[in-house]
C-alpha cells in the first residue's frame, strides 16, 4: 500500500481563482524518490504545501497510511509523519546548526535521551564538519545551510521527506552529494522522498517522474 495518496484533489487560493491543482490524484511509495516538475507558477510549492497540511485542499483527499490527513491533527501529521525542507532553508540564522536541529526535535515534541548527541550525528552523516556546527547558520554556505535543512527535516525520523528545489542554488558537486543524500534515504532508509526540482540530474536519480502543468482553468 502505498504510504501517501492524493485522490482527485484541487486547490485555488480563493474562491472564483483559477484552480492551482485541478483534479490531481497521485500515489507514494515508501523506499522511492518522487522528482515533481513544472514550469514556474505550475503549483509545485503549493502542491508540497498541501502534502505537508501546511493547506487544505478545496476539493479531494490526502490520505496517509490509508487515514486522512486533515481528519487527524495535521500538527502532530508535520511533527511526525513528514519532514519538510523549504525551498528557502527556513533556518533561524542566529542559532547554530545544532541548535536549528535540537529546536527541530523539540517542536516535534519527541523523547530524546541525548538530544545534542542526536542532532550532532545527522549533522556530521549529512556531511557538516566539526567546525561548522557550532557556527550561525547565516555564516554557512547555501550547500551547508541545505544540509542543516535536511538534518533538521530528519532530526525526528519521519517516513516521508519533501523537498522544494533543494539543489536550486548548488554547484554541480554539490549538488551530487546532495542527491546523494535523497537516494540513500529513499533506497537504504526506506523513506518516501519527494522532491520538486528543474534538476535533469535529480530526475534521472528518480524512480520516478512527475509533471505538473498548472495550465488548466476552472
Ligand atoms: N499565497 C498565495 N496567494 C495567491 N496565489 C498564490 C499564492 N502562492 C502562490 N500563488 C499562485 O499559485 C500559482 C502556483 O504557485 P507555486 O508557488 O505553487 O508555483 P511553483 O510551481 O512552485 O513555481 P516556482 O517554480 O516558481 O517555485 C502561481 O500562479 C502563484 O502566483
Ligand atoms: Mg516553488
Given at each position: 500500500m502505498s504510504i501517501l495518496k492524493?485522490?482527485?484533489?484541487?486547490?485555488?487560493?480563493?474562491?472564483?481563482?483559477?484552480?492551482?491543482?485541478?483534479?490531481?490524484?497521485?500515489?507514494?511509495?515508501?523506499g522511492k524518490v518522487y522528482a515533481?516538475?513544472?514550469?514556474?507558477?505550475?503549483?509545485?510549492?503549493?502542491?508540497?504545501?498541501?502534502?505537508?497540511?501546511?493547506?487544505?485542499?478545496?476539493?479531494?483527499?490526502?490520505?496517509?497510511?490509508?487515514?486522512?490527513?486533515?481528519?487527524?491533527?495535521?500538527?502532530?501529521?508535520?511533527?511526525?509523519?513528514?519532514?519538510?525542507?523549504?525551498?528557502?532553508?527556513?533556518?533561524l540564522p542566529k542559532l547554530n546548526a545544532i541548535e536549528n536541529v535540537e529546536l527541530s526535535i523539540d517542536i516535534s515534541g519527541r523523547e530524546v535521551p541525548d538530544k545534542r548527541r542526536h542532532a550532532t550525528d545527522i549533522l556530521t552523516q549529512l556531511g557538516i564538519a566539526d567546525y561548522d556546527?557550532?557556527?550561525?547558520?547565516?555564516?554557512?554556505?547555501?550547500?551547508?545551510?541545505?544540509?542543516?535543512?535536511?538534518?533538521?527535516?530528519?532530526?525526528?525520523?519521519?517516513?516521508?521527506?519533501?523537498?522544494?528545489?533543494?539543489?536550486?542554488?548548488?554547484?554541480?558537486?554539490t549538488e551530487q552529494e546532495i542527491i546523494q543524500i535523497f537516494d540513500e534515504l529513499a533506497h537504504r532508509r526506506n523513506k518516501c522522498v519527494i522532491i520538486v526540482?528543474?534538476?535533469?540530474?535529480v530526475a534521472q536519480m528518480a524512480d520516478e517522474v512527475f509533471s505538473i502543468d498548472g495550465m488548466r482553468e476552472s
Open positions: 492524493i485522490e482527485n484533489m484541487s486547490f485555488a487560493y480563493s474562491p472564483n481563482t483559477r484552480k492551482v491543482i485541478d483534479g490531481l490524484s497521485m500515489e507514494f511509495d515508501e515533481l516538475e513544472g514550469r514556474s507558477g505550475a503549483g509545485k510549492t503549493t502542491l508540497l504545501s498541501l502534502l505537508a497540511a501546511l493547506t487544505s485542499p478545496t476539493e479531494g483527499t490526502i490520505t496517509v497510511n490509508g487515514e486522512n490527513v486533515f481528519k487527524k491533527d495535521t500538527y502532530a501529521y508535520r511533527a511526525s509523519d513528514v519532514g519538510i525542507v523549504f525551498q528557502n532553508y527556513n533556518l556546527l557550532e557556527r550561525p547558520v547565516l555564516q554557512m554556505s547555501g550547500g551547508q545551510q541545505q544540509r542543516v535543512a535536511i538534518a533538521r527535516a530528519l532530526s525526528y525520523d519521519p517516513p516521508i521527506i519533501l523537498a522544494d528545489e533543494p539543489t536550486g542554488n548548488l554547484d554541480t558537486k526540482t528543474h534538476s535533469k540530474r
